[in-house]
């Protein structure tokens, strides 16, 4: 995942020689250089394998809105991953899949992230973040990312989908194999565990279908996982193989996004201390303030679309032609100049932020309602708990440059 460029990020040169398929050293840390050379030299930029690159806040926004750009991605992700349950995930799971199918797919989910049916959380999360809170007092010394925030999405998710809480881990673990090969470069080994993650889960997640439908749904499904079923059963609107793909999808898209935001959310106030601070005042934090974690993090930071009819890009003012094979930069349109007032500083007094974190058009992110909730709760808890939080240790990044995040964040209490 490295390349041989010793181009300044800044320069033009930079973005002309800018690979996604090639990366620069130390890109993980510190990506937002080479996108603001790109939208600044090369907006419209081709990557080594042809693909297009969008890093200008109203380009990524027109292509993501263009109800006639699809996601289906069936002849790479065959050729990338070959036979077998990774290549069945990416294909069945509703992400990839266009309407009308993914509109069937999603239609049975939407009810249980509804604002309200979110809401109805809340007692559960803040039970839940006060124990975390309560273990993190004890020991004074803990890995933010393992011990705090990694804990939260994945209890919330399994009990969402209605499968028990203590198999959490082991589904983390699996979900995240399934995950990193949708990254723009990966190696074999990286498919091969993506292809033994997929199957542990299918068999894992059959025991749970068989459970569900021996029952039977009466009435209001209560989790997820009745829902699928009942539709399942109720004039086969749902196949099994979707039933457990979606149930992979909510997983992944359920943790790793949210415990990102977490875990970079915490690291990025430790260095604006005052911001810090003022969270565990006892205003909490407003609905802009948790926009602007969001905006600022961008845990998931690339998205892909092909084109099939011509696309104007209105910043960059190029016509992409129908076909093209586009990767939008959400991170990059996050810190676009053009869109917000000095973007590389995290504001929590912000206004306005239309911020692009969780997508747009048909696909916009199902489970933004719980991670906003997830978001306003944990933040001014944990800054009133500790408000002399600071870093015990270098923070360790993940390889994931789709799910940009930490791997590790040890932290000392006070
Ligand atoms: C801060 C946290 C999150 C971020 C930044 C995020 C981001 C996104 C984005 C950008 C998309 C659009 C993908 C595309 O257009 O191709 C998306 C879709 C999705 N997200 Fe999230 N997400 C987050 C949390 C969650 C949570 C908590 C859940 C579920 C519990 C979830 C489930 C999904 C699902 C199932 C989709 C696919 C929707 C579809 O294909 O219609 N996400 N998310």
């Not at 010793?6 to 890109?27: I, V």
């Not at 990193?180 to 997640?205: K, M």
């Not at 279908?209 to 989790?223: C, I, N, S």
């Not at 810190?335 to 974190?357: K, Q």
Request: net charge negative; glycine share 8%.
């Amino acid at each position: 995942m490295t390349s041989t460029s010793s181009a300044l990020p800044s320069t033009p040169e930079a973005a002309r020689t800018f690979d996604m398929f090639d990366l620069p050293p130390g890109y993980i840390q510190a990506p937002y250089p080479w996108f603001r050379a790109l939208r600044d030299h090369d907006p419209v930029h081709r990557n080594g394998d042809g693909t297009v690159l969008l890093t200008r806040y109203a380009d990524v926004r027109t292509v993501w809105r263009d109800v006639s750009a699809i996601v289906d991605k069936n002849e790479m992700f065959h050729a990338k991953f070959g036979d077998g349950p990774l290549y069945e995930h990416h294909s069945t799971a509703m992400l990839f899949r266009d309407p009308p199918d993914h509109d069937r797919l999603r239609a049975v989910v939407t009810p249980f992230f509804s604002p309200g049916s979110v809401e109805r959380l809340r007692p559960f999360i803040e039970n839940l973040v006060e124990d975390l809170l309560d273990e993190a007092e004890d020991r004074v010394e803990l890995d933010f990312v393992d011990d705090f925030a990694a804990r939260i999405p994945i209890a919330l998710i399994t009990r969402i989908l209605g499968v028990p809480p203590e198999d959490g881990d082991l589904l983390r673990a699996m979900g995240l194999t399934v995950l990193l090969p949708l990254n723009p470069t990966v190696s074999p080994e990286t498919v091969r565990a993506g292809h033994e993650g997929a199957a542990q889960f299918i068999d894992y997640l059959d025991e749970h279908v068989q459970r569900v439908r021996a029952k039977g749904v009466d009435g209001d499904p209560e989790t997820v996982l009745e829902a699928l079923v009942a539709a399942h059963l109720d004039g086969d609107r749902v196949s099994i193989a979707e039933v457990v793909h979606m149930c992979l999808l909510l997983m992944n898209g359920g943790h790793e996004t949210t415990t990102n935001l977490m875990a970079v959310g915490a690291h990025s106030l430790l260095d604006h201390p005052d911001q810090y601070c003022g969270l565990g005042a006892g205003t909490g934090l407003g609905d802009g303030a948790v926009e602007e974690l969001i905006r600022f993090v961008t845990p998931l930071q690339l998205q892909g679309r092909r084109t099939t009819r011509p696309a104007d890009l209105p910043s960059s003012g190029v016509t992409l032609p129908a076909g093209t094979e586009v990767i939008l930069c959400q991170a990059s349109a996050n810190r676009d100049e053009r869109a917000f007032d000095r973007p590389d500083v995290l504001d929590l007094g912000r206004r306005p932020n239309a911020h692009v974190s969780f997508g747009l058009g048909v696909h916009v992110c199902v489970g933004r309602p719980l991670a906003r909730l997830e978001t306003r709760i944990v933040f001014p808890r944990l800054a009133a708990r500790f408000p002399g939080l600071q870093r015990a240790g270098d923070p360790v990044w993940n390889d994931n440059v789709r799910f940009r995040g930490l791997r590790s964040l040890p932290v000392r209490t006070s």
